[in-house]
Nanobody
Framework: QVQLVESGGGLVQAGGSLRLSCAASGRTFSGYVMAWFRQAPGKEREFVAHIVWSGGSTYYAASVKGRFTISRDNTKNLVYLQMNSLKPEDTAVYYC??????????WGQGTQVTVSS
């Protein structure tokens, strides 16, 4: 019913920046929490950041705090992830996700981010 589509991934040099976008085609309710996760090859998926749609409260994983910024555009139903000071260890497929409760049950297809040293 709800579709999430990520875009903006690519290949960048260490220290560079990239902005990811997540477009929600369905309705975005005020109680939704939108988040970014990432998964590197051979590793488990890990949480990156989330934003509460109503109010815009944010939370970050320690590994990205101070470097990444999650934001939203209420009018366009878009969620962004601004990534600065990128490191090779940031290389992963980045996924947009959505939840109303504790479980994320809606996911995008993912977008590849590769950071070279």
């Amino acid at each position: 019913q709800v579709q999430l589509v990520e875009s903006g991934g690519g290949l960048v040099q260490a220290g560079g920046s990239l902005r990811l976008s997540c477009a929600a085609s369905g309705r975005t309710f005020s109680g939704y929490v939108m988040a970014w996760f990432r998964q590197a090859p051979g590793k488990e998926r890990e949480f990156v950041a989330h934003i509460v749609w109503s109010g815009g409260s944010t939370y970050y994983a320690a590994s990205v705090k101070g470097r990444f910024t999650i934001s939203r555009d209420n009018t366009k139903n878009l969620v962004y992830l601004q990534m600065n000071s990128l490191k090779p260890e940031d290389t992963a497929v980045y996924y947009c996700a959505q939840r109303l409760g504790r479980e994320y049950d809606t996911w995008g297809q993912g977008t590849q981010v590769t950071v070279s040293s």
